[in-house]
């Protein structure tokens, strides 16, 4: 019994000993640090109607809201719209939901109202949203085209009273207009200022046909020119007034082809002739119409109306080039 005691008793004391001598084997544990706290500027955006944050002390509520006067068309409200937040606090601004998120328009103004909330207040602000691509109340315009061909009249007159006794048919054509509407732009600090669109197509044509009977001229017994005129014009606005107002003009331009054959009877000792009309010219110009609608200012530059060509004589051995003036122009 006493040699059982006295062997428990080793057999302690050698296990004590061991975890001595090894207890500096052992690594010292690694202190965990406390979790850390979630910077100011990442607080997360609840939406609660809390009165503060655990990180941020007190919390911003929506204090003003408002949007610009005047937007054009269409618009996002989140870019346009302008927010205070009170106390002032170096919170992130919480989330603000508008209603409607969106302004748009097709035609005219139309004054929109919105609502802004952050779950806590709720303000209100308006606008008044244009659109200045879509007139109101159109108005037809009528083209003076009287300064435009009227001077082609006048070549036709030339034509047919310079020596011979021709004859000449002018005809004038033209469609269409243009329209003026009004409509609405924003304008800064005017907020919202009544313009005008302007927007349409003219079209004007000039034809002529005259018939000339030509003599005189080297080579030939008779010459029966048959000459034919034609100008177009077109008008095609589509702009509108600045918020700085102004006139409504547009450059008026166009250009005059006169051309044609040569019906002949040769001389004697004439074997060919190769003979046309050449000439033409070109007006340049501008009409106004807005606020009033103005004459079309501008001239005609005609250039020389000429016969031209060859004749071949004395069984081919001799060639005449020929150069006839019918008019000098203007």
Not at 102 to 131: E, P, R
Not at 263 to 280: C, D, H, W
Request: proline letters at 7%.
């Amino acid at each position: 019994m006493r040699k059982c005691s006295y062997l428990i008793l080793s057999l302690l004391i050698t296990a004590i000993t061991y975890g001595q001598l090894n207890y500096s084997n052992i690594s010292t544990p690694i202190a965990i640090p406390p979790p850390m706290p979630i910077p100011k500027d990442t607080v997360p955006v609840t939406g609660d109607t809390t009165d503060h944050d655990d990180n941020c002390l007190p919390k911003k509520k929506l204090s003003a809201f408002s949007l610009p006067c005047c937007i054009d068309y269409e618009a996002m409200v989140s870019v346009i719209a302008k927010t205070e937040f009170a106390p002032q606090s170096d919170c992130r601004d919480p989330r603000i939901i508008y209603t409607p998120s969106w302004l748009a328009l097709s035609g005219g103004q139309s004054v929109k109202t919105v609502t802004a909330s952050d779950g806590q207040n709720t303000l209100t602000a308006t606008t008044i949203v244009v659109d200045p691509n879509v007139g109101l109340e159109g108005t037809a315009v009528q083209v003076p085209i009287e300064n435009w061909s009227k001077k082609l009249e006048k070549i036709m007159e030339l034509l047919k009273n310079n020596q011979f006794p021709g004859t000449c048919d002018p005809q004038l054509e033209f469609s269409g207009g243009i329209n003026i509407k009004k409509s609405f732009l924003c304008c800064g600090n005017s907020c919202v200022k009544e313009s005008f669109k302007f927007s349409g197509n003219f079209a004007a044509s000039f034809g002529a046909s005259c018939h000339l009977p030509v003599y005189g001229i080297p080579w030939f017994a008779a010459l029966d020119a048959v000459i034919s005129a034609n100008a177009t014009a077109n008008i095609s606005p589509n702009f509108s007034l600045p918020c700085q107002g102004g006139k409504g003009c547009v450059d008026f331009g166009s250009n005059l082809n006169i051309g044609g054959g040569a019906g002949f009877t040769l001389a004697a000792g004439a074997l060919r002739a190769s003979i046309q009309v050449i000439g033409g010219g070109g007006f340049n110009g501008n009409w106004c119409f807005y606020p009033e609608v103005e004459n079309i200012k501008g001239d005609w530059q005609i250039n020389p109306l000429k016969l031209v060509g060859t004749v071949t004589t004395a069984w081919g051995m001799s060639t005449h080039n020929i150069e006839y003036v019918i008019f000098n122009g203007f």
